[in-house]
C-alpha cells in the first residue's frame, strides 16, 4: 500500500534509507524531496515521446511502449545503482503523482526482497505539503535578523556565528544570490519550487524553541521570492544592526564581489537600468569608475548615492524592534570574529 504522509514534519521523518526519484531528469532538476537520488525510469526524450504517443495516436500503445522502457532502464539501475545494497535496504520512491512509473519500479524492488515503499501522490502530494508550510502555516520559529547597510559583512557574520551554534537560515546560500543588484553568481539561481523546498527542509531542521538568526532581505533574492510566511514573520523579528563605515564597507565588497568588479561590460549592463532611479550624471560618474578600474571609488559611490538610501527608505517603512546595535571598524577577520562572537552571546540570553 502507497504510504501517504499528512505533514512536511511526517514526510521529513519518513524512516527510509533512500528516497528515489524516478521521474525524468528535467523534472528532477526543477524541484524534488531534499536528498533524492533521481533514477528515471524515463529520460526526457523517451517521456517526450510516450507523451505523443498517447496524445496524439493511441494510449494503448504509449503504455505499452512505456512499459517496456520503464522496466528496461529499472533493469538498468538495479543492475548499476542498486546492486550494492543488502537485503535488508528499505527504499521510498516517488513519482510525479504516484502512479505506474513509481509503482512498477517499487514492484521490481520488493520482488528482490528489499522492503520498497511508494508514496502516495508522488511528488505532487510532496509538493502540497511544502505549500501548506511556506504559503498557509504560521511559522513556529523565533526569526532574529542581521541587518545593516550594504557591504557590512552581514552574510559572513551569518556563517561565523552559524559555526559558534548559532541557529542560521542562509537564504543567499539557499538562493545562490548575494541579495543586490550585483549579487549573481556565476551557476544559475534554482527554480522558484526548489528553492521553497530548500527554504522548508532548512527550516525544519531548527529547533522553534531557540532563536534562529537570518539575514535581513527584501522579499525577492535575485529571481527568487520569499515564501510568503517566512516574509510575514521576517517583517514582525526583531534586528541586530550591524554598522561599519563606509571605507570598510567598500574594501569588504572589493574582496567579495570580486567577479563581477572584474567584468566591466557585464557592470554596465547591470546598472544601466538605473539612470530611471538615480539620474544619468549619478550612472556617469559609476560608469567613469569602471572604466578607470577604481573599484574603491565604484563601491563607495554604490553605497553613498543608490544602496545606502533605498536601505533607509526600506528600514524606515519596516520600524521592527532592535535588539543590539555592533559597530565595527573592521570586516577583516578578526573584526568579523569579534562581532559574530557579540551576536552569538547576544542570541544565546533570547
Given at each position: 500500500m502507497a504510504?501517504?504522509?499528512?505533514?512536511?514534519?511526517?514526510?521529513?521523518a519518513h524512516?527510509f534509507?533512500?528516497?528515489i526519484?524516478?521521474?525524468?531528469p528535467?523534472?528532477?532538476?526543477?524541484?524534488?524531496?531534499?536528498g533524492?537520488?533521481?533514477?528515471?525510469v524515463?529520460?526526457?526524450e523517451?517521456?517526450?515521446?510516450v507523451g505523443?504517443?498517447?496524445?496524439?495516436d493511441?494510449?494503448?500503445?504509449a503504455r505499452?511502449?512505456?512499459?517496456a522502457?520503464?522496466?528496461?532502464?529499472?533493469a538498468?539501475?538495479?543492475?548499476r545503482?542498486?546492486s550494492?545494497?543488502?537485503?535488508?535496504?528499505?527504499?521510498l520512491?516517488?513519482?510525479?503523482?504516484?502512479?505506474?512509473?513509481s509503482?512498477?519500479?517499487?514492484?521490481?524492488?520488493?520482488q528482490i526482497g528489499?522492503?520498497?515503499?511508494?508514496?502516495?501522490?508522488?511528488y505532487?502530494?510532496y509538493?502540497?505539503?511544502?505549500h501548506?508550510?511556506m504559503?498557509e502555516?504560521?511559522?513556529?520559529?523565533r526569526?532574529?535578523?542581521?541587518?545593516g547597510?550594504?557591504g557590512?559583512?552581514?552574510?559572513e557574520?551569518?556563517?561565523?556565528?552559524g559555526?559558534?551554534?548559532?541557529?542560521?537560515l542562509?537564504?543567499?546560500?539557499?538562493?545562490?544570490h548575494r541579495g543586490?543588484?550585483?549579487g549573481?553568481r556565476?551557476?544559475p539561481?534554482?527554480?522558484?519550487?526548489a528553492?521553497?523546498?530548500?527554504?522548508?527542509?532548512?527550516?525544519?531542521q531548527?529547533?522553534?524553541?531557540r532563536?534562529v538568526l537570518v539575514?535581513a532581505?527584501?522579499?525577492?533574492i535575485?529571481?527568487?521570492i520569499l515564501p510568503?510566511t517566512?516574509?510575514?514573520?521576517?517583517?514582525?523579528?526583531?534586528?541586530?544592526e550591524i554598522h561599519?563605515?563606509?571605507?570598510a564597507?567598500s574594501?569588504y565588497?572589493?574582496?567579495?564581489?570580486?567577479d563581477i568588479?572584474?567584468?566591466?561590460?557585464?557592470l554596465?549592463?547591470k546598472?544601466?537600468?538605473l539612470?530611471?532611479?538615480?539620474s544619468?550624471a549619478?550612472?556617469?560618474?559609476?560608469?567613469k569608475?569602471?572604466?578607470?578600474?577604481?573599484r574603491?571609488?565604484?563601491?563607495?559611490a554604490?553605497?553613498?548615492e543608490?544602496?545606502?538610501?533605498a536601505?533607509r527608505?526600506?528600514?524606515?517603512a519596516?520600524?521592527a524592534?532592535?535588539?543590539a546595535r555592533?559597530?565595527t571598524?573592521?570586516?577583516?577577520d578578526t573584526?568579523l570574529?569579534?562581532t559574530?562572537?557579540?551576536?552569538?552571546?547576544?542570541?544565546?540570553?533570547?
Amino acid at each position: 500500500m502507497a504510504l501517504t504522509f499528512t505533514s512536511l514534519q511526517d514526510f521529513y521523518a519518513h524512516g527510509f534509507d533512500t528516497v528515489i526519484d524516478v521521474r525524468s531528469p528535467a523534472e528532477h532538476a526543477e524541484d524534488h524531496v531534499p536528498g533524492a537520488i533521481n533514477l528515471p525510469v524515463l529520460n526526457n526524450e523517451e517521456r517526450a515521446r510516450v507523451g505523443t504517443i498517447y496524445v496524439q495516436d493511441s494510449p494503448f500503445k504509449a503504455r505499452k511502449l512505456g512499459a517496456a522502457l520503464v522496466f528496461r532502464n529499472a533493469a538498468d539501475h538495479i543492475e548499476r545503482s542498486l546492486s550494492h545494497h543488502e537485503g535488508g535496504w528499505k527504499p521510498l520512491v516517488y513519482c510525479w503523482r504516484g502512479g505506474q512509473r513509481s509503482g512498477s519500479f517499487t514492484w521490481m524492488l520488493q520482488q528482490i526482497g528489499w522492503r520498497a515503499e511508494v508514496v502516495a501522490g508522488g511528488y505532487q502530494s510532496y509538493r502540497r505539503l511544502v505549500h501548506q508550510a511556506m504559503y498557509e502555516t504560521e511559522l513556529p520559529h523565533r526569526l532574529v535578523l542581521l541587518e545593516g547597510y550594504t557591504g557590512s559583512a552581514k552574510t559572513e557574520i551569518l556563517k561565523r556565528a552559524g559555526a559558534l551554534g548559532v541557529q542560521v537560515l542562509d537564504l543567499e546560500g539557499l538562493a545562490n544570490h548575494r541579495g543586490s543588484l550585483l549579487g549573481e553568481r556565476s551557476t544559475p539561481q534554482p527554480s522558484q519550487k526548489a528553492f521553497e523546498s530548500a527554504v522548508a527542509w532548512a527550516l525544519m531542521q531548527l529547533d522553534p524553541k531557540r532563536p534562529v538568526l537570518v539575514e535581513a532581505e527584501s522579499n525577492k533574492i535575485g529571481q527568487r521570492i520569499l515564501p510568503p510566511t517566512l516574509w510575514e514573520a521576517m517583517k514582525k523579528s526583531p534586528r541586530v544592526e550591524i554598522h561599519a563605515p563606509v571605507a570598510a564597507r567598500s574594501s569588504y565588497l572589493v574582496r567579495a564581489y570580486d567577479d563581477i568588479l572584474s567584468d566591466a561590460d557585464r557592470l554596465r549592463e547591470k546598472l544601466a537600468p538605473l539612470r530611471a532611479h538615480r539620474s544619468g550624471a549619478v550612472v556617469d560618474g559609476w560608469f567613469k569608475c569602471i572604466s578607470a578600474g577604481d573599484r574603491a571609488g565604484l563601491t563607495q559611490a554604490l553605497m553613498v548615492e543608490h544602496y545606502d538610501p533605498a536601505y533607509r527608505k526600506s528600514r524606515a517603512a519596516i520600524g521592527a524592534k532592535v535588539l543590539a546595535r555592533f559597530d565595527t571598524d573592521r570586516l577583516d577577520d578578526t573584526g568579523l570574529d569579534e562581532t559574530a562572537r557579540k551576536v552569538a552571546e547576544l542570541l544565546a540570553a533570547q
